[in-house]
């Protein structure tokens, strides 16, 4: 499974996480190309629970190799915690919904067995 074929199946499992949980999925793979920057922001899965709009950046890893010493979550660094900041603002105004309304960053972790079938899943809210 390579690495594009590895991430779809983490976000399909991660919106099946949240629909269990009684998030309501608003948006997906919202992209963003930053003014005066080559660089794009990009927010896996936009979900609203209980009044709170979510941010949620989704990270798989299979469960061999390096991912037995690092986490997925070790992959959102302060850089792309900042993007992901500058990609949510983004979307609220364009939404017109204020940017002091209820919303956070939220990151999913998933380790995925490919071999048992089987997937960790750690949610992480901000």
């Known amino acids: 499974m390579n690495t594009k074929e590895l991430g779809n199946l983490g976000e399909k499992i991660a919106q099946d996480y949240l629909k269990n949980k009684g ?7 919202y992209c963003f190309r930053m ?8 927010i896996d899965i936009i979900a609203k629970k209980d009044g ?9 890893l299979q469960n061999k190799g390096l991912s037995r010493i690092f986490s997925p979550e070790d992959k959102v660094n302060f ?3 900042k993007r992901l900041r500058k990609t949510a603002e ?11 309304s209820k919303w956070q960053i939220n990151i999913i972790a998933i380790t995925i067995n490919l071999v048992e079938k089987e997937a960790k899943i750690r949610y992480f809210k901000t």
């Open 23 to 29: 998030y309501k999925i608003l948006d997906k793979n």
């Open 35 to 42: 003014p005066g920057s080559p660089q794009k922001g990009e």
């Open 52 to 60: 709170v709009i979510s941010f949620i950046e989704v990270k798989t």
């Open 79 to 81: 850089l792309k915690r």
């Open 90 to 100: 983004y979307w609220l105004t364009k939404n017109k919904i204020p940017l002091d």
